[in-house]
């Protein structure tokens, strides 16, 4: 049935019914279904309608370049392909152990980034499905119906994504495409004043990142029999997974299990991950769907990000997050949980656990330390490997005799969960919608599913240093209401408000 | 006998024979600028050190002061041309700051920083110009080249290699290298050369150095150009 959904027999006799844009997702992206005279649903597919250049438009350019230019893929997590590209170029140097200052210091940058980009996702983007329930009127189903309802819950997620962005402002320079990390190492370490900046917020951190994860058990448990079906689909799952097993974001070797749970693949060097994965190209999406080359196109496909790293890892290493994934284990009952909306509650706890993880990483001496950077043999080849929030990323560069990328390859986290995607989407369609005169709530439905994954399709640009600026404040007939200039010598002034040009 | 011209409606001295440029320099008063550098001849070629006289507006670097001249450097009418030639600079190069290396170091951009450049204005030509990475130290991104000629007169008047040149007419001058391929790596460029360490872009940047120095930390990061000038804008480049 969910396979079948995927391209109808005779679409021409079919009605058409588009979901675009999808909203509370990073970047664009529609949905269609199709429809017969009855409703019921013949064809449902994600569409992502956007073009990316970017292996195309890198050709040339200096390899120590690719982290920096790289990263402006997205600006939600940048630091993902910061870092991967960084790993890559790592290897493209011929460094194959960093300092253990440079590799603290960014592992201390992912953790923030994955903190606050998890913190984004649930309460800004997730929440107000999960607390007002997929029916709620649109008008009040989104982040300011959850400020006004559960001030407490919207603060809560402001201040933690803030706390996970200081935490990249400090080891990347700026919140938002940073250049922390070089070619073997780092540009910078974590001074003393700056750990203690960090160190004064981190207990409160943890503590609300308990409540999260408390708050989303209540609520996927209090509906379990629903949350439980919707959207689950069998899928095998991938990730990064440290050398004893456990929960690991910045590095490792890759981990294949199937839907029951049994491990096909374990501690596989990614370096050899073109022999593991194969994409397949589907003229319908500008996204391809990679699947295990073992299992072929058919069965191969997987799913990564949280969900899938909190079935994968045998245990946590900070104490508060292990605890919590053995009760989220418990809830599987001795099978991985596939359900999409579990995704959500793999992601708190993780969330839990970047908040625990970057405690302990602050009392590391090893952060305040001076060397950064190492150099090595030059290689023609450099395959970069992270769990970014969204899952697993991969960074690949080829580079001639000059330094210069002569090939790229990216299969970016959105991009490895295609498939479970569409599989997901076509079980809440089969299941939910099917024979049933669709209206705003049911096609929300469609959209739950999709943003339990998070996927991530965005960028967007920032500036620092004495660069002006000009902001203006305007009401809804766009009458300028407010202004504020800031100066290259860096003075801010405020013209005259209400000055209409 | 003391000569004296007016910056601004301040008096200021000078010695005949210099420019407005020079005279301003020594007053301690900034003028922007991107071609000019006062251990080669004056080139007038960038034109962002445009300044009012009277009822035109000329090249400071060229221009030489006379005795009670007014010279404006400050109005909006001398800013917005400054603006205006920054923005086509901009438009005939890739000029793509967030991926630069040079941001924050670099002189363009800090240049226009200074006269309040918010945003690109004209329609980029994307020009499709290859990075030669040839040479064992140095590349040159030519898409950043905006023809100073600073690299032409240091390895010219300093060097005394004559490794540059601009070649072509109008849109279609470009940066030429002395060599049997035109290759960098061909020619007899050097790490030490004067010239390697000149560009008040991102044209001419050491290999394998980039990003080095922390956001915050950069040259202009911390100061207005009008502040620090350009004189410490290499100074990362040597180990």
Known sequence: MITSLETARHPETLKRVCIEPLTRVEGHGKVTLLLD??????????????????????????????????????????????????????????????????????RLMHLGQTLQSHALHFFHLASPDLLFGFDDPVAHRNIVGVIQDHPQIATQGVL??????????????????????????????????????????????????????????????????????????????????????????????????????KTLLDHQDYQDYERVIHEEIKDWSYMKFPFLTQLGPELGWYRVGPLARVNNCDSFHTPLAEQERQDFAAAGEGRPLQAALATHWARLIELLHCAEAIRELLLDSDLQGTELRLKGEMREKGIGVIEAPRGTLFHHYEINGDGLVTRANLIVSTTNNNQAMNTAIRQVAGEFLDGRELTEPLLNQIEVAIRAYDPCLSCATHAMGRMPLDLELCDAEGKRIDRLCRHPDGTVERPSATTAD | MSHSFTLDGRELPFVPGQTIMAAAQAAGVYIPHLCHNPDYAPHGSCRVCLVGVGRRQVSACTTPVTEGMEVDNNSEAVQDNRRAVLQMLFAEGNHICPVCERSGNCQLQAVAYYTGMLAPHYPPFFPRRPVDASHPDFIIDFGRCILCELCVRASRDHDGKRVFAISGRGLASHLVIDSESGLLGDSCFAVTDRAAHVCPTGAILPKHKGFERPIGERLYDREPISTVGDLRAHEDEVD
């Open chain 1, 37 to 106: 005279e009855d409703n019921h649903i013949r064809q449902a597919r994600l569409h992502v309608v956007e073009f990316r250049g970017f292996e195309k438009f890198i050709q040339g350019r200096p390899y120590w370049e690719l982290p920096v230019l790289v990263q402006r893929l997205c600006g939600i997590c940048p630091v993902s392909h910061h870092l991967a590209a960084a790993k890559a170029c790592d290897q493209l140097i011929g460094v194959d152990q960093l300092t253990p200052t440079a590799e603290k210091v960014r």
């Open chain 1, 160 to 261: 933690l994504r803030k706390f996970g962005q200081e935490v990249i402002r400090i080891t990347a320079g700026k919140r938002v495409h940073g250049t922390g990390a070089l070619p073997g190492g780092v540009n910078k370490h974590v001074s003393l004043a700056e750990r203690d900046e960090l160190q004064k917020d981190i207990d409160q951190v943890v503590d609300w990142a308990e409540g999260a994860v408390q708050l989303i058990k209540r609520i996927f448990l209090a509906n379990s029999d629903f949350h439980y079906r919707f959207g689950a689909v069998d899928a095998n799952t991938l990730g990064l997974i440290a050398p004893d097993g456990s929960h690991e974001l910045y590095h490792g070797g890759l981990r294949v299990r199937g839907p029951d749970g």
